[in-house]
């Protein structure tokens, strides 16, 4: 008997234990979801105060190139055991690769200029349209399935998107900015898309990756419209946003 309540004991204090460990990674998930959305909202805003004295183009580029060096740090400062355990990128994923680096080039510089004419706070707002975007490219690309949950929201997100994109409902005047905006969010739409198809090999690789060769198509793009180059401490501020912004989110 004391042997049979000693073996429901363990196994209650098991599955107990078991509870607790999923309830804290459940937890732990849910707070790194939360953190990515305020480390990305500070993009916006400061993103438009820094647009005063950086172009559009070199903007883009210094964003990306903060997120990537700054992952690559991080990387580099692990021990081997902390380091990313996951498959690296091989050659069938380059095609993926690809159009994520060029639709992180045309993504980010589309974004920056709406952002110069549009508010940050009706930018914020717009950027939700890529979700609908992802998931409508999701559907029809990659035949994945929308609940009708998904959809309401989805249609939410597009109501709200098409208001904010009217200078005045009543004329039906469309925003430039606005505009521009919506095109980011269609690219990057594409772009979390090709990123999905590699989600499963090194995040750290992806991020590096994405950051440094999107940080140089952009200010390549930065060379060729003729953008000058900002006070080195606005640089140093465009990266250190870029890192956070981009790279921990």
């Known amino acids: 008997m004391e042997y049979l309540f000693r073996t429901i004991g363990h ?19 849910i707070s790194y979801a939360i953190l990515a959305a305020v480390f990305y909202a ?22 990306y190139f903060g997120a ?10 692990k021990s ?11 050659k069938p994923d380059l095609p993926y690769v690809l159009g994520m680096i060029i639709l ?40 994945e399935v929308i609940s009708k949950r998904l959809w309401a929201a989805l249609l939410l997100i597009t109501l709200s998107s098409m208001l904010l994109s009217f200078d005045d409902i009543s004329s039906f005047t469309l925003s430039y900015g606005s505009i521009l905006i919506l095109a980011a969010t269609v690219c990057w739409g594409f772009e979390n898309n090709f990123t999905r198809k590699i989600s499963g090999k090194s995040t750290y690789q992806i991020v590096f990756i994405k950051g ?28 250190i946003l870029g890192f956070i912004a981009y790279g921990l989110s």
């Open 42 to 63: 500070i993009n916006m805003p400061l993103s438009k105060l820094l647009l005063e004295k950086i172009g559009p183009a070199l903007m883009a580029s210094l964003l």
């Open 104 to 143: 992180d080039v045309a993504a980010p510089i589309l974004l920056m200029i709406g952002l110069k004419t549009a508010a940050s706070s009706s930018a914020s707002l717009l950027n939700n349209f890529e979700i609908t975007v992802t998931s409508v490219i999701a559907l029809l690309i990659f035949k």
């Open 212 to 239: 440094i060769f999107s940080g140089f198509g952009s200010l390549i793009v930065a060379f060729v419209i003729k953008e000058s180059f900002p006070n080195i401490k606005y640089i140093a501020f465009a990266l």
């Open 11 to 29: 196994n209650l204090y098991a599955d107990a234990l078991k509870e607790v460990i999923m309830n804290s990674r459940r937890f732990k998930s």
């Open 80 to 90: 081997s055991k902390q380091r990313d355990t996951k498959e690296k990128l091989s």
């Open 68 to 77: 990537g060096i700054g992952v690559g740090i991080i990387y580099l400062t």
